[in-house]
């Protein structure tokens, strides 16, 4: 027997398929070539692979080794196949078939010296292995807490090829699963450092209460950026899936830590507002990596200064707004990301931006051109927006605001009467109940709706504005602990969404 084989994942986006790796040594003169559309770093492999093998004791084939990645159309990236190729060629060398070789995915990089480094998205490989019914999966000794969040499949940690090798023929033995530490602890900024600022701090608790989109205008110094900070503190722990699917997001971006792998509290994302693109919606060369709003999934991300940024990277949040994902198709393939975040935006009243708006030098034009920059079709989805103004010194006392914890227990309440309303329809928050749904069977009364009715006929708002305003009063409503809106919750919500920004 001349034919080795062994397995391996290849993660496009979040998603796994299972790899299988051939081996193939025949007579010809000695080389290595692999085929099944690798990439650069898995052509580079031939090289790492062939000085680990020597470089642990055991003697490369001086002859012709081909590599076959199957399915041949499916691009393959990066170095996780570097394990799977030395036991393929391993077992082709010896011309035996190891049964836990046969039922094993592989997945790790090897060193020169035998050694098997980390690699990116592990959880998400892992994920499709037992998607797929595979048994076992061999991971990096680094990479086995990371793996060990996965429950129904045997995990093991490796840090030597010759390890490996010991372990296939029933000679050796690997790292166990391992204890998952829970994350770290919430280090989220408490609220009761605001000073001042009631309504403000009202929009940020509705905003966490029904998961809508806010923003934030005023002079430098108010406690923009201070209270977008403080939002996800305000946000619930996520749910078993909800962790894992964030987790393995920052898998595949490689930014996980070694100790607490898994992420049980909502994310918060503070791009630079001079970002690009692919650096916002995410991009790269080959398989599109995930971006900024990716990172954000299930929890905040945070613009600040949004008037900075680029028109182009602003427009490209529309989409990933509405949908919930990114798709984003590069070279290699479709790539799909999750993004379902809340956007809270922060920006000067103008360029100059003083304390006292009589001291503005800024021309109409100035003006009108600096928050130009966010569209309507843009400023449409956001839910929420206010504007901050200075505080007097009064409000410099001893006396507090409430603090982090005791606005949780609402926002909590609030989002326990929300998620238990829309069970039935398959929906969460407020902020994803489709407009419809809102239309026919939960339309507040007709004395209720009318300041919206009102705002429609004059054009005030578009049908999306109304769908938008009547989340919020349904948010308003579950705060309040009553059962449907009333006339000042509708009325409280399009004062929410017309204030903010003139245009």
């Known amino acids: 027997m001349t034919l080795g084989r062994a397995y391996s994942v290849a993660v496009c986006g979040l998603d796994g398929r299972i790899v299988e790796i051939e081996a193939d040594i025949s007579s010809g003169l000695?080389?290595?070539?692999?085929?099944?559309?690798?990439?650069?770093?898995?052509?580079?492999?031939?090289?790492?692979?062939r000085a680990a093998v020597n470089n642990c004791g055991y003697q490369w084939p001086q002859t012709?080794?081909?590599?076959?990645?199957?399915?041949?159309?499916?691009?393959?990236?990066?170095?996780?196949y570097d394990i799977a190729l030395a036991m393929a060629v391993l077992s082709a060398d010896r011309k035996v078939a190891w049964p836990r070789l046969a039922e094993t995915v592989l997945l790790g990089e090897l060193a020169l010296d035998g050694r098997v480094r980390p690699v990116k998205g592990v959880l998400p490989a892992v994920l499709a292995a037992r998607r797929e019914g595979r048994p076992t999966v061999v991971v990096p000794v680094d990479n086995l807490a990371e793996a060990s969040l996965v429950d129904g499949i045997e995990v093991w940690g490796v840090h030597t090829l010759r390890q490996l090798r010991a372990w296939m023929?029933?000679?050796?033995?690997l790292e166990q699963r391992v204890d998952v530490q829970p994350g770290a602890e919430d280090t989220t900024p408490d609220l009761a450092d605001v000073v001042g600022q009631a309504q403000a701090r009202y929009a940020v608790e509705v905003a966490a209460a029904g998961a809508h989109h806010l923003m934030l205008t005023g002079p430098p110094g108010v406690g923009k950026t201070m209270l977008a900070q403080r939002l996800s503190g305000l946000l619930p722990d996520l749910t078993e899936s909800e962790a894992l699917e964030v987790t393995a997001i920052h898998s595949v971006?490689?930014?996980?830590?070694?100790r607490t792998p898994l992420i049980t509290r909502p994310p918060f994302v503070a791009p630079h507002h001079t970002c690009t693109v692919a650096a916002m919606v995410g991009g790269g060369t080959g398989m599109a990596r995930p971006g900024a709003v990716s990172r954000a999934h299930r929890g905040v991300l945070f613009l600040d200064e949004c008037a900075e940024i680029g028109t182009s990277v602003l427009e490209a949040l529309r989409t990933p707004l509405e949908d919930g994902e990114v798709r984003l198709a590069r070279r290699d393939g479709v790539a799909r990301y999750p993004a379902r975040f809340q956007l809270v935006l922060a920006a000067n009243p103008c360029p100059?931006?003083?304390?006292?708006?009589?001291?503005?030098?800024?021309?109409?034009?100035?003006?009108?051109?600096?928050?130009?920059?966010?569209?309507?079709?843009?400023?449409?989805?956001?839910?929420?927006r206010v504007e901050m103004h200075s505080e007097r010194a009064g409000t410099f006392g001893e006396q507090q605001g409430e603090s982090t914890a005791v606005v949780r227990e609402r926002v909590a309440a609030a989002r326990a009467a929300a998620a238990e309303r829309w069970r039935p329809h398959g929906i969460g928050t407020n902020a994803e109940v489709s407009g419809s749904l809102l239309r026919r069977q939960f339309r507040p009364s007709r004395a209720a709706m009318a300041p919206l009715t009102t705002a429609l006929d004059r054009g005030v708002i578009s049908a999306r504005g109304a769908v938008r305003t009547l989340r919020v009063a349904w948010t308003l409503c579950d705060l309040a602990g009553r059962t449907s809106p009333d006339l000042q919750?509708?009325?409280t919500a399009l004062s929410f969404r017309q204030g903010g920004v003139a245009r």
């Open 30 to 49: 000695p080389g290595i070539h692999i085929v099944g559309l690798p990439d650069t770093a898995l052509q580079e492999s031939r090289d790492r692979v």
């Open 64 to 80: 012709r080794v081909t590599l076959a990645l199957s399915p041949a159309t499916l691009p393959k990236m990066g170095s996780v």
């Open 169 to 173: 023929a029933g000679k050796g033995r």
């Open 253 to 258: 971006a490689g930014l996980l830590s070694d």
């Open 352 to 384: 100059c931006a003083p304390a006292d708006p009589r001291d503005c030098i800024c021309a109409p034009q100035a003006k009108r051109r600096y928050l130009g920059r966010l569209s309507g079709p843009l400023l449409d989805r956001v839910d929420l």
């Open 489 to 491: 919750d509708i009325s």
